[in-house]
């Protein structure tokens, strides 16, 4: 699927929560789903700075798709990171360049996205967009 | 007295405004309070009918903003009890005025080898600034430690202070674990060394009376957005015999007596240390709050608080897995807590949905959370408009959070 058909389901998805409580126990769901990341990868390189709680994203890439993983000490932003993995993980770089994140806003999670809220949703995806540019020049090299 | 939940309420306008269609809970008091309406509406008589900078105006409307700035001057000086009014400074808040300190009085009385000692529970800006002058004036700084129910270690105090001890700063009310701290004792012992001391009293003006004469008190600093009062107005009173010797610490006008570009002499206390226009509509704004809190008493404000920080401990203490951070015996009106199991920022985050403002992280008090091994707590912080009701649909949040989180704090 494209980065744009696995937005376009998780809006679906969305839309069928009622209320916020919903919402936001599909996303500790998530988060507790979520394998996270072996404590080698938890360093200091991998995280992503600026947030109130820790998140650690380690990519490589492999076969010419990007594989992601990612982790957080709080289960909510673990949550929202294993829906962005979901949209990125198995893409190529140039997808992951170029795609458009619209899903977010449409899920009513687009309060996480404002600077000031500090859980590092912006930063995590400009870090996951920084891995597409970064695996794209190593791929045309 | 008593206070009269209801009228106080109507005061405060945004107490009514409702966050993703639910009433709000406001318990954030501690970052910032909420702005009565007679504290706005001066501002914006103000504004509309006064408004004109300050001192020197030849005009009408010159003449009645500077008699308003220089009224709300006197307020604070009586609030606090200052000596003379010239002795209350105006700043931007209590980040600004220890700056000014740790800068000026720094310039003035400490070089190479002399110490500062401040306490383990400081606010980020009451260990920055003095880290920073350290720093310049390759001076040591050193921290008086706290025990683990969040109380200071006074029995280390005579081996803290040396005879190269230039300055001690502490706060009055710790905003990461509501300790009171016991500051005539630690002024008292300080005096008995030659050492003068700066209270930060950002946390406390709103809820204790501050006698700065009987405290004897060197400096003490505080921000107008927590006492009711706008933002972007704070206070640094200091003692006259210290503020005549220090050097002013920006430049510019109104500070200013003579000025040649070979030679400028500067105007005398409290000017010499207000450089260009004042924020004087938050000076006012300021002194309309004052007038507020005075109006219903602190002594009242304080009791009233404690009734809510002893019904809110009691409540929180019957919560499985609850855990407090600062549990001194004389504590003010806040909660900072972890429930096991819970992130901060996840419990912030679903209270917020259900309109409860809370604050989460290390409240700028970093050490207190290393002195502790944790990352940051949840803080609940009341006022005296805040409600036992109020604090009942915290815990019921408190509790809904925990069943969502159900498998994972068993």
Known sequence: MTIKEIQEEIIEEFVGFDDWMDKYAYLIELGTDLSGLESQYQTDQNLIKGCQSKVWFNAKLEDGVVKIEADSDAIIVKGIAALLIRVFNNQTPEAIMNADLHFIDEIGLKQHLSPTRSNGLVAMVKQIKMYGLAFNQKMNN | MTIDINKIRHDFLILSEKIYGKSLVYFDNAATSQTPTQVTDVMLEYYNKYNSNIHRGVHYLSNKSTEGAENARIKVQKFINAEHSHEVIFTRGTTESVNLVANSFGECYISEGDEVLVSEME??????????????????????????????????????????????????????????????????????????????????????????????????????????????????????????????????????????????????????????????????????????????GLDVIDAYEQELLDYATEKFQAIPNMKIYGTAKHKSSLISFLVEGIHFYDMGMLLDQMGIAVRTGTHCAEPVMTHFGIEGTVRASFAFYNTKEEIDVLIAGIEKVCKMFGAKTV
């Open chain 2, 123 to 296: 606010h980020h800006s009451n260990i920055v600034p003095w880290q920073m002058l350290c720093q310049r004036k390759k001076a040591i700084l050193k921290v008086l430690p706290f025990n683990d129910n969040g109380e200071l270690m006074l029995e280390k105090l005579p081996e803290l202070i040396t005879d190269r001890t230039k300055i001690l700063a502490v706060n009055h009310i710790s905003n990461a674990l509501g300790t009171t701290n016991p500051i005539k004792e630690i002024i008292d012992f300080a005096h008995s060394k030659n050492v003068p001391v700066l209270i930060d009293a950002a946390q406390s003006v709103q809820h204790k009376k501050i006698d700065v004469q009987a405290l004897d008190a060197d400096f003490l600093v505080f921000s107008g957005h927590k006492l009711y009062g706008p933002t972007g107005i704070g206070v640094l009173y200091g003692k006259e015999k210290y503020l005549n010797e220090m050097p002013p610490w920006q430049g510019g006008g109104e500070m200013i007596q003579e000025v040649t570009f070979e030679k400028t002499t500067y105007n005398e206390l409290p000017f010499k240390f207000e450089a260009g226009t004042p924020n004087y509509i938050a000076e006012i704004g300021l002194g309309a709050a004052i007038d507020y809190v005075e109006a219903i």
